[in-house]
């Protein structure tokens, strides 16, 4: 298995800007190998794919935050990032990082991934 850590997020004004890390470890394959994703939520409501990277650092994102949103992968540090600028009250949410190893899909659905952080908080005010 493989356990992912969130770190960063917090409070900010519209407008501005955040930046949070997701670090991996305890794989059973290298972290290279593994496709990951930001996700996000708020109560009631259903979770989100937010932005995704596969193996070769493709990157897709939700309608919503493309342009302003980009998450990026560091296979040397085993981190996942993503930077959120020009951020929206309507982007408060608790992001999660997420892990999968098997390719294609949707990379939206949630439920394509196996491994998940314990997720993080962000306010936009």
């Known amino acids: 298995h493989v356990q992912l850590v969130e770190s960063g997020g917090g409070s900010v004004q519209a407008g501005g800007s955040l930046r949070f890390s997701c670090a991996a470890s305890g794989y059973g394959v290298t972290y290279s190998e593994y496709c990951m994703g930001w996700f996000r939520q708020t109560p009631g409501k259903e979770r989100e794919g937010v932005a995704a990277i596969d193996r070769e650092g493709l990157t897709s994102y939700a309608d919503s935050v493309s342009g302003r949103f980009a998450i990026s992968k560091d296979n040397d540090k085993n981190t996942l990032s993503l930077q959120m600028n020009n951020l929206k009250p309507e982007d408060t949410a608790m992001y999660y990082c997420?892990?999968?190893?098997?390719?294609?899909?949707?990379?939206?659905?949630?439920?394509?991934?196996?491994?998940w952080g314990q997720g993080t908080q962000v306010t936009v005010s």
């Open positions: 997420a892990a999968r190893t098997a390719p294609g899909g949707r990379w939206s659905r949630p439920d394509q991934y196996p491994y």
